[in-house]
């Protein structure tokens, strides 16, 4: 532990187009942070293997997200792609399934 507190732990959470199941996932993530007062303790973002940069969340996964109480603003604002730099910045990399899984692999090798 540093003298400014515990090292934040990074975790990347990946699908195909970051624009639905990757986003809801950090931004569910962030809420249950949040509620149990943990928010601080972690870097949380999402990205995609084949992301086009920029576009927003998918409205149903915000509409999951409202139903659910979650702050669609943790679901972020805009898609990208991961970057080879994700791997250093990030302790733990969730990819959504094994096709993503595979991506990232040939993406990042």
Same mark, same amino acid.
């Given at each position: 532990m540093s003298a400014s507190g515990p090292k934040r732990r990074g975790v990347l959470f990946v699908c195909h187009a970051n624009m639905c199941r990757s986003p809801l996932a *950090? !931004?569910?993530f962030l809420h249950l942070l949040a509620? /149990?007062? =943990? !928010?601080e303790r972690f870097d949380v973002? %999402? +990205?995609g293997t084949w992301a +086009?940069? !920029?576009i927003p969340p998918h409205? =149903?996964?915000v509409d999951v997200a @409202? /139903? @659910?109480? #979650?702050d669609v603003a943790l679901l972020g604002s805009a898609s990208? %792609? #991961? *970057?080879p730099g994700d791997l250093d910045?990030?302790?733990h990399v969730v990819a959504m399934d094994r096709r993503n899984l595979a991506d990232i692999e040939l993406t990042i090798a």
């Open positions: *950090a !931004g569910v509620q /149990r007062g =943990l !928010g973002d %999402s +990205a +086009a940069d !920029g409205p =149903l996964s @409202r /139903r @659910r109480g #979650i990208r %792609s #991961i *970057a910045r990030f302790e």
